[in-house]
């Protein structure tokens, strides 16, 4: 079902709030082979990250926005091209998780890091898209947008914001290895 009323996520906890076309590249593309995390650097909530993407050519999309609070929102399809991480997008799905890099509202902001409810609810979608795409999670197909996209400006995203691999990783693997059908 494609974007506007009555549309469903692909992924079926979460929110559908679309991204407006002219943010992103409607149509058929190749299966995605990886998958890239980013850190928002803004508030605690998903949604105000979805309705930036619903202002007419606002230049970025993602496919998924995950809020502090595990709030996970759709805002592209699986099927279509999310603009998030340059050279990468065609074969790619774009998470954007709700933290902040310490200093990126001013010399005395401390930051944001994940919440650990918003790693489980990461790690529950990265696994179910993995089980989706026939891949393997590993550090090969789950890229940090800084690692992904070699043109960013965003040079120390996710990691920037106290991204924990070692953890997030483990927790991947642990809701790939658990999966017996759930969404």
Same mark, same amino acid.
């Given at each position: 079902?494609?974007?506007?009323?009555?549309?469903?996520?692909?992924?079926?906890?979460?929110?559908?709030?679309?991204?407006?076309?002219?943010?992103?590249?409607?149509?058929?593309?190749?299966?995605?082979?990886?998958?890239?995390?980013?850190?928002?650097?803004?508030?605690?909530?998903?949604?105000?990250?979805?309705?930036?993407?619903?202002?007419?050519?606002?230049?970025?999309?993602?496919?998924?926005?995950?809020?502090?609070?595990?709030?996970?929102?759709?805002?592209? #399809?699986?099927? =279509?091209?999310?603009?998030?991480?340059?050279?990468?997008?065609? &074969?790619? %799905?774009?998470? /954007?998780?709700? !933290?902040?890099?310490?200093?990126?509202?001013?010399?005395?902001?401390?930051?944001?890091?994940?919440?650990?409810?918003?790693?489980?609810?990461?790690?529950?979608?990265?696994?179910?898209?993995?089980?989706?795409?026939?891949?393997?999670?590993?550090?090969?197909?789950?890229?940090?947008?800084?690692?992904?996209?070699?043109?960013?400006?965003?040079? #120390?995203?996710? =990691?920037?914001?106290?991204?924990?691999?070692?953890?997030?990783? &483990?927790? %991947?693997?642990? /809701?790939?290895? !658990?999966?017996?059908?759930?969404?």
């Amino acid at each position: 079902m494609g974007a506007g009323v009555g549309a469903v996520s692909d992924y079926p906890p979460a929110l559908w709030v679309p991204a407006d076309p002219s943010n992103y590249h409607a149509g058929p593309r190749p299966a995605y082979s990886l998958i890239v995390i980013h850190c928002s650097d803004g508030r605690a909530m998903a949604e105000p990250v979805a309705r930036m993407w619903q202002v007419p050519r606002h230049g970025s999309s993602a496919h998924f926005v995950i809020g502090q609070d595990a709030t996970v929102i759709q805002c592209v #399809r699986l099927a =279509d091209t999310a603009w998030h991480a340059h050279s990468v997008n065609g &074969a790619s %799905v774009g998470i /954007e998780h709700c !933290a902040r890099t310490p200093g990126e509202l001013g010399p005395t902001d401390s930051g944001l890091p994940p919440s650990p409810q918003q790693y489980t609810a990461s790690a529950r979608l990265v696994a179910w898209l993995c089980r989706r795409g026939g891949l393997q999670p590993s550090r090969d197909v789950i890229k940090g947008h800084a690692e992904a996209d070699a043109k960013t400006t965003h040079t #120390r995203c996710p =990691d920037g914001c106290g991204w924990d691999w070692d953890r997030y990783m &483990a927790l %991947v693997q642990d /809701e790939y290895n !658990a999966w017996n059908g759930w969404v």
